[in-house]
């Protein structure tokens, strides 16, 4: 538990947009109860909070307001899982895997969904759509023109320098 915490501890930390796990060393440890909000009148019924700060090589991070009975916390918003222990870290770990796998399966989904919408999207609208002609007409034609050229070029025994 995070209140158990002690200076010179041992935690650890996923840096989740990284990724990378790290142990850190407790620095500073914290426990109080949360400060009246009146934005949120019910917090101080969910009991006393821990601060925690560590410290990561040079760099020391801030824990704030963590549940003291608690033996991990998510902070999405600054891209950190803390965790007391890597058991923890372990099966977030798992959990980000496999979300990210269900994500990439997801991907011709929805390539198909954007396929289709810019051709509506093309559809409802007349001018985009002789845009998108006139480009491809112009592409194709510089394609014939290149295969010309390499044809005369091939023909005289010459190559066509870049």
Sequence with gaps: ???SLSQGATVSLLYRNVPKVVDARVVAVNTHLPQYNPQQPLAM???PVTDITVQVGNETIPFVSLPSSGVVANFPD???FLAIDRSSIYRE???MVAASKQVLE???AHEKIVSDCESLLLELNPEKKK???QTQEMNE???KIDRIEKLILDSLGTKKEK
Aim: overall charge negative.
């Design 1 to 3: 538990m995070f209140q």
């Design 45 to 47: 019924m969910n009991g």
């Design 78 to 80: 600054k891209g950190y």
């Design 93 to 95: 770990l798992e959990a």
């Design 106 to 108: 997801s991907v011709p």
């Design 131 to 133: 845009e998108v002609q």
């Design 141 to 143: 034609l510089r394609d």
